[in-house]
């Protein structure tokens, strides 16, 4: 996994293992105060989101807390100790959403926090018929701080090994091919 620094702070990380899905995510973190439809592009229908999933949601905060916001080693920085290191994160605890279905303008949204100095703290918060328009920090939360969307996408198989399987298909159908019209010994 590789966390990405934009020079203001943590801004997501690349090849974020996660729970039950065979293929690595990459995730970003928006900055706060955006609306979905700022962050997604519109929030009318499951579309726009890159979930619908709410099991796929759950899982993606999850590794997010416990991969990403994590103190050294192996992250660079404390971003657990201390979530101000994230960018946009100016006030702690900072809320990281997710949203993952939407209907008639609404959306669902997991949301966990991340509190300063207590690498065990998980607050998730499912929060149903959000509107379009709203931003991540008008979300209700036990406790203040900045909240932030989460996006995020599958990483797609690397082009090389893609290449060395089409090239196996090839090698055996011709191995097979050369087999059949082999002279069979009497």
């Known amino acids: 996994m590789v966390w990405q620094d934009g ?3 943590l801004t997501g990380a690349l090849n974020v293992p996660v729970a039950g899905e065979a293929l690595p995510y990459n995730v970003t973190f928006s900055d706060s105060g955006l609306s979905c439809a700022a962050v997604y592009g519109g929030c009318a229908s499951g579309a726009d989101l890159d979930t619908t999933s709410a099991l796929l ?8 807390k416990a991969q ?5 080693p192996p992250a660079p920085f404390n971003y657990d100790t ?8 100016g006030t702690a605890p900072c ?5 993952y279905a939407a209907a008639g303008g609404d959306i669902s949204v997991v949301y966990i926090a991340n509190f300063v100095g207590n690498s065990d703290a998980l ?3 499912a929060v149903g018929g959000i509107g379009n328009d709203v931003s991540a920090n008008d979300f209700p939360r036990p406790v203040g701080g900045d ?3 989460v996006r995020f996408s599958v990483v797609p198989l690397p082009p090389a090994l893609v290449l060395f399987g089409s090239g196996l298909f090839a090698l055996f159908g ?3 091919r050369c087999r059949r019209r082999a002279p069979r010994a009497a």
């Not at 949601?57 to 999850?62: E, G, K």
């Not at 990403?68 to 050294?72: A, E, I, K, S």
């Not at 201390?82 to 994160?89: A, F, I, Q």
């Not at 809320?95 to 949203?99: C, L, M, N, R």
């Open 7 to 9: 020079g203001t702070g």
């Open 57 to 64: 949601a759950n899982s993606i905060v999850d590794a997010v």
């Open 68 to 72: 990403v916001l994590v103190d050294n």
């Open 82 to 89: 201390d979530p101000t290191l994230v960018s946009g994160c």
């Open 95 to 99: 809320w990281y959403a997710v949203p």
């Open 123 to 125: 607050v998730k918060i």
């Open 147 to 149: 909240v932030q969307w």
């Open 174 to 176: 011709w191995l097979g």
